[in-house]
Structures are given as structure tokens and as C-alpha cells.
């Protein structure tokens, strides 16, 4: 989980990264050495950090804490992994503190200061952009704003509001914003790249259409075929009437 989670937070780092180069700083990145960069920072990153929390903990906390602990020496079940909580399956302490929550507010905060960036100069300054592109309405600004939001991890800090205290209300509030904005990340995603997209749109689309028609005219063949015969037996059936 560990892992997953901050290989998602890289990805999203990389978008941003790719957004402030091409919409503010007006620098084409993409290509294949790009992609292939991209993946390398956003699996072997989190690689490292998971590979050096694990072999601290495991291999350096736990013992330390083990040999100064003379109460459950003799009984290691009862000793308190330095890694991973007791109530839940999920990071704790020191772990949880510098290799997920550190990470993942230097990435928020990044995404964050471009966020804001980016709809400055798509908004405020668009007319300055290119005097051929077409005008954002106020409800194209509001799908932008929120779509760049998504993407880009801001609804995530619901997560971060829930360490703040342990209120059970405020963190029931809490849970169900976190859970409500994030499950429709993918659904912003799938439409930010697959449907606001032409070419992607039509590249997915097209096959399932011509899929679509040829079902369509296998339908109509078989319709035409059974009539065929149909009219076929009339006819034969007409013909042994009149010869009888």
C-alpha cells in the first residue's frame, strides 16, 4: 500500500511537471525519453523510500527497540513493530511521518503551487496565450479548475485534515469527503484523457461503432436472409396450390 500509494502521488507529480512546462513555461517535454524518465522516477523513488523504511524499521528500530525493552524480551509477540500499526493495516509513527506523510506534503504542496499557476495563465492571462485560441466560459473554467484538481492530488488533503485531531465527528466529515472526491478521480481522469480529448475520443469510439454497424448489418442480413426463405416457401407453396 505503501508503495502504491506513492508510485500514484509520483504520477501525479509528473503531470503537474508536464502541465507547468507546457502551459506556463511553453516547453514541449513529450517524446519517449520523457515517458521513459517518468516511469523511472515515479516506480524507483518510491522503490528507494519503501526499500530504506523497511530496512530501518525492520532491521534497525525493531531491534534497537527489542534489546532495550527487558519486559518483552523473552516474549517478542507482544513488541510493537516500528513499521506498521497494531490497529490497522497501514504505516504508524516515525514511518508514517517521513515515509509517506513527508513525501506526499512536498508533492501536495508542489502540485498545489502549480495548480495555482497554471489557472492564472489559462484564466487571467488566456488572451495572451494564442490569439487563436477559443475563450474559456465560466463553466469550462469550473470542469478545468475542478478536473486540474483531481489530477493533481488536491482532494487528498482531506486525508491530511483527519490526523489533525481524533474527534470521531469531525473525523466521520472527514472520511466521507475524502472518500466521495477521490472515487470519482478516475472518472476525471478517464474524461480528462480519453473523452475531452478528439483524437483519444475517436481512437476508442471508432471501434466500438464500426462494432456496432457490423452487428447492425449481420442483424439486417439475417433479417433479409430469413425473408428471403420465407418469400421462397410462399412461392413454392403458391405454385403446388395452383397446379393441384
Excluded at 523513488?45 to 530496512?55: E, M, S
Excluded at 442483424?219 to 405454385?239: I, L, N, Q
Aim: with cysteine; glycine share 4%.
Amino acid at each position: 500500500m505503501q508503495y502504491t500509494f506513492l508510485t500514484s502521488w509520483m504520477w501525479m507529480a509528473v503531470y503537474s511537471h508536464k502541465l507547468y512546462t507546457a502551459l506556463v513555461k511553453v516547453f514541449n517535454v513529450s517524446g519517449e525519453s520523457y515517458m521513459i524518465k517518468a516511469c523511472i522516477f515515479a516506480y524507483c523513488f518510491p522503490l528507494v523510500i519503501v526499500g530504506t523504511n523497511l530496512a530501518l524499521t525492520h532491521l534497525y528500530f525493531d531491534k534497537l527497540q527489542f534489546n532495550e525493552d527487558l519486559c518483552v524480551k523473552d516474549d517478542p509477540e507482544y513488541l510493537e513493530s516500528t513499521y506498521r500499526a497494531e490497529n490497522m493495516c497501514w504505516l504508524h509513527g516515525y514511518s508514517l511521518y517521513f515515509g509517506f506523510l513527508l513525501i506526499v506534503g512536498l508533492v501536495l504542496v508542489n502540485n498545489i503551487v502549480i495548480l495555482v499557476l497554471v489557472l492564472v495563465k489559462l484564466f487571467c492571462k488566456r488572451k495572451k496565450i494564442n490569439s487563436t485560441a477559443k475563450n474559456f466560459t465560466t463553466s469550462q473554467q469550473v470542469v478545468m479548475a475542478c478536473i486540474l484538481s483531481f489530477t493533481l492530488g488536491i482532494t487528498w488533503i482531506f486525508g491530511i485534515f483527519m490526523l489533525f485531531t481524533t474527534d470521531q465527528t469531525y473525523n466521520a466529515v472527514m472520511n466521507w469527503l475524502f472518500a466521495l472526491f477521490n472515487s470519482f478521480q478516475g472518472v476525471f481522469l478517464f474524461y480528462i484523457t480519453c473523452v475531452k480529448r478528439d483524437d483519444m475520443f475517436h481512437y476508442w469510439w471508432n471501434p466500438i461503432r464500426a462494432s456496432d454497424d457490423n452487428m447492425v448489418k449481420m442483424s439486417g442480413s439475417a433479417v433479409s436472409s430469413r425473408a428471403t426463405k420465407s418469400s421462397a416457401v410462399s412461392t413454392v407453396s403458391s405454385s403446388h396450390v395452383v397446379e393441384d
